[in-house]
């Protein structure tokens, strides 16, 4: 077969006139390689190297030695690379083991886990039947239920926990309901295990919901009929046929609450009480407290390691099976008419979507109020509140829009090029890198880059950039899931023929290609813009001072007690968000009108 | 691979036939992916100005040969040449063809007059002069700058005007019907005149009625323009109406270059013969000669065939498959020549071939007559111009089947798979 080749070169020489065929290809190729497109990738690969790969290492490598380690100082700096190989040949398990089994991080692991597990339990029965009133029955009121149920995901954890001390703690407006109506003292401590698990599987909910509803849907509803016209009664259908198909989503959806509620900060840190020892919360003290890279660094390993597995487990289960996604869509769908069944469901959601509705609804009636303690209602009105916020306090406004636009330009960027690499160039590496950010809870994100660049020669701790750079990293895979889809829309025709009408690769894919993927860019810019100003983790830890957004001084009035400034930004951050996402279906829609 | 000897010799004769002028020449081209090779080893020569058709059936390789030729394939061996210059390693815009795809792969967010206008801006776009690029870019950010461009708009309008679509450089692509949207993909191929236009089934994604209508419409265009074209598809219908040469392909290999006609009346083999067109295809072994003809035996029955003189003439005793076209074979009744069977002479004195049998199926397509008929050398199909009702005949009637001497073909087996 190498006859045929060595000939193809002496023509190609002769054809024209090079020198060498051999040469001449290689130096082709390298044309090829190196053009814009080619040198995008390679700094999209040395961005991802220098914020989370080298970060996540040095965390590795600080849990190993017991000590900070600054492994992009030591690249440039021969002082700093000779104290770093000191401290490397220290390395040992034996730090690791002896960190992780520190009687305070035991019972941190342990508490966290079992958190986890009594959220994703609670969470996952209680969705259930309303997944599948949604999914597979005419039950009444289904689209006003169906809003209601997705109103949490807008409200950070943060809020919902403060809302429930609103409402349940000790000179809370249900705390006093319940002891003019007889009890005694509160319902249940809100500062406890089970205010948190309250306030997750009430604002978590909607992350199980959604894919159920999408697994109920996929599951064929004529197994069901069948099940019923050969004599089955009631629930039996239900738990003969129609879980059994749906379990493989059902289980998924277990699975991923139960890593979210792991490694959420937002209630865990705003209600924990100083004898509850959750991991999220001993490494946040770890950092902000002590400065314990160590403990911190192995902390946040665990928690990585945690969610990892969890994360494994579920593409395990949904390997195959085509849905596990948001917008599960069966052919046409026979409902469950029956009127019992349908009004219990309705009533059943009714009653599930209450509590996180009147949460919000303390928050914003606690937003317009001076006084409001032990009583049902405000003793008095104020709108100072929002004075406050839309006074001095708009610099945290601003700053959140900044920052979140600044993490979404670098999203569009960075998801537009990779969703191309990926999607075209069949780049697994990149595909592989950009799930890492979905292991990996905001806090370990924020801690790793901290320890990295909190120290010279790069120090980027302080300044906007990083933040920027920690909520971009993190959000990444909501771009490209929506971005992915678009894509694979495109053929790859139109960039052919774009190509032998005489365009670049990089002209063919900014004019072809990008103008095409535009839907799912600005579906995935709002999922992006709304989850960075909503975001806790990152932000408590990473904010510098010049740059606190608004979810920052949520976090601190909560911490100081400052309920009614908490509220009113609250509000506002909520309202802001709504907003968004309302213009962005708007937008979205139109495009996919025209 | 042991190839047979006949198609071996075929193709040298036609490389060094074709090779004084060849203005696409394709020499040992190969292209393999992973385990499968799409492309085996293909040779091809064509003319300038010429209409020419890759034929064959799905997955045969045609696609990958006119991805080679664009130049979004590397072959893995082998040798392009287009106008005499090898375009070896050469990106696909510096190989001066132009392409229509099968679904058209027009750019839906720009109109049709940027769709059109595309390969020019490209040209701007990626040619010196600051203000040059600066207007292209903007032209491709904005329709109303595009439109206002005189240079532009002449060449557009032209290649508009050459499709039949002046006028319509404002709408968008999701308002044109398929077969504007097809022309709009042709004036965009031809806008930068290539010497080659490549086009990769581009009829297949229209409805019947329209894609006979644009067959012509393309050839018209094609003779208008005078370009060097290659057509891909494995509708032998378009091919033949449309090509000068028709290149057929089978599992990666060229079968047979030749006309249109050439291909119906002579392939190059059984698979070919069954490919194109419908045919009889019967199983004989040829048991002698005599002046100008050959004795072909069919399960006893004795069959004569005018051989010509660049035909290839089988051996005594060799096997071979006889081929006969439907329309060749005259239907008579029995009763016309006395009783049935043996050779029927009639007028003349060349050998005449007479098969007796009996009507089984009768299809009246109104201006064809079609007959299945048991003979005792299996069932013939054969095709008649109608002609009035009293021709017809009837399931069950015996006939005699009169099959011209100069339309029966001898064919040598292939022997690949
Ligand atoms: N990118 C590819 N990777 C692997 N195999 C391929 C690729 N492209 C084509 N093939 C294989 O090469 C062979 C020829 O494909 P090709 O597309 O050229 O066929 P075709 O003649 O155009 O068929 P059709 O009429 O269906 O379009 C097929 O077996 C196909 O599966
Ligand atoms: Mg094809």
Known sequence: ?594 | MAAEPMLTTERVEYAEQDDTDGFLVLRHLTKRFDSTVAVDDVDLSIRQGEFFALLGPSGCGKTTTMRCIAGFEQPTSGHIEIAGRSVAGLPPAQRDTGMVFQNYALFPHYDVFRNVAYGLLMDHLHGSGVAGRARALASLASGRLAHRQADLRDEVGRALEQVDLAGYEKRKISQLSGGQQQRVALARALIKRPSVLLMDEPLSNLDRKLRTQMRYTIRDIQQEVGITTIFVTHDQDEAMSMADRIALMRAGRIVQVTTPAELYERPANPWAADFVGTSNLLDGEVTGTEPGAVVVSIGGHELRSTVDGDDHRPAVGGACTVLIRPEAIAVVPATAHGDAGGAVPSAGNRPVNGLPGRVRHVGFLGAVVQYEVETPVGLIRAEHQFGGPTTLMDVGDGVVLDVPPARVRLLTAEDEP
């Not at chain 1, 290689?26 to 390689?33: D, I, T």
């Not at chain 1, 190297?49 to 100082?73: D, K, R």
């Not at chain 1, 948190?196 to 509803?213: D, G, K, S, T």
């Not at chain 1, 949904?318 to 596990?324: E, S, T």
């Open chain 1, 1 to 594: 077969m190498t006859a045929p080749v060595t000939q193809e070169r002496a023509i190609a020489g002769q054809g024209n006139a090079a020198p060498a065929g051999g040469k001449r290809g290689r130096r082709a190729r390298m044309r090829e390689r190196l053009d814009t497109l080619g040198l995008l990738r390679v700094l999209i690969w040395a961005f991802f190297t220098i914020f989370l790969l080298v970060p996540l290492l040095s965390l590795v490598v600080v849990s190993l030695t017991g000590q900070p380690a600054n492994l992009l100082g030591s690249v440039v700096d021969g002082t700093l690379r000779a104290t770093n190989l000191e401290r490397l040949a220290d390395a040992s398990l034996g730090t690791f083991a002896d960190t992780v089994t520190r009687p305070a991080y035991v019972s941190a692991l342990g508490n966290s886990l079992t958190l986890a597990t009594w959220v994703a339990l609670i969470t996952t029965l209680m969705a259930m039947p309303i997944a599948y009133g949604i999914a597979r029955t005419a039950m009444p009121f289904k689209r006003t239920l169906s809003v209601l149920c997705t109103v949490p995901i807008v409200i950070p954890t943060m809020v919902g926990a403060g809302g429930l001390i609103i409402m349940f703690g000790r000179s809370g407006w249900a705390s006093e309901l319940y002891r003019r109506l007889g009890g005694d003292g509160v319902i249940f401590n809100v500062n406890s295990m089970t205010g948190i698990v309250l306030a997750m599987v009430f604002f978590l909910f909607p992350f199980v919901l959604w894919p159920m509803v999408a697994a109920f849907r996929v599951a064929d509803v004529s197994v069901e009929n069948a099940a019923m016209n050969l004599g089955a009664r009631r629930l039996t259908p239900f738990f003969t046929a129609t879980l059994p198909l749906a379990l493989p989503g059902v289980i998924s959806s277990a699975l991923l609450i139960f890593a979210i509620a792991f490694s959420d900060f937002g209630a865990a840190i705003v209600l924990a009480p100083p004898d509850l020892n959750l991991i999220v919360v001993q490494a946040y003290r770890e950092i902000a407290g002590f400065f314990n890279w160590a403990g911190a660094s192995v902390l946040v390993i665990v928690m990585t390691a945690v969610v990892a597995a969890f994360f494994g487990l579920q593409r395990l289960v949904l390997r195959g099976k085509g849905y596990g996604t948001l917008t599960g869509r069966g052919t046409t769908i026979e409902l469950n008419r029956s009127t019992g069944l349908c009004r219990g469901l309705a009533v059943y959601t009714t009653v599930v979507v209450l509590l996180p509705t009147l949460v919000l609804l303390s928050v914003v009636v606690m937003s317009f109020s001076r006084r409001w303690s032990s009583s049902l209602a405000p003793q008095q009105w104020t709108l100072a509140h929002y004075e406050r916020v839309f006074g001095r306090g708009f610099d945290n406004v601003i700053n959140s829009l900044i920052l979140g636009f600044g993490a979404l330009l670098l999203c569009l960027v960075l998801g537009t090029f990779i969703t191309y690499f990926v999607h075209r160039h069949k780049s697994t590496g990149l595909d592989f890198l950009t799930t890492i950010p979905l292991i990996v809870p905001g806090i370990a994100l924020g801690i790793a880059l901290i320890q990295s660049f909190n120290a010279g020669p790069f120090v980027l701790t302080g300044g906007a950039f990083l933040l920027v750079v920690g909520y971009a990293i993190r959000r990444l895979p909501y771009m490209l899931r929506s971005t992915a889809g678009s894509m694979q829309a495109i053929g790859t025709e139109v960039e052919e023929a774009a190509g032998s009408l005489g365009a670049s690769r990089f002209t063919a894919v900014s004019t072809v290609v990008f103008p095409l993927l535009a839907p799912g860019l600005l579906a995935g810019s709002i999922l992006v813009f709304v989850t960075v100003i909503k975001e806790t983790s990152l932000t408590v830890l990473m904010a510098p001072a010049g740059w606190q957004p608004m979810s920052y001084r949520i976090f601190e009035a909560l911490h100081r007690g400052e309920i009614f400034t908490a509220s009113a930004l609250s509000v506002l951050l909520v309202v802001i968000v709504v907003v968004l996402q309302q213009v962005a279906y708007r937008l979205t829609g139109g495009m996919g009108r025209r």
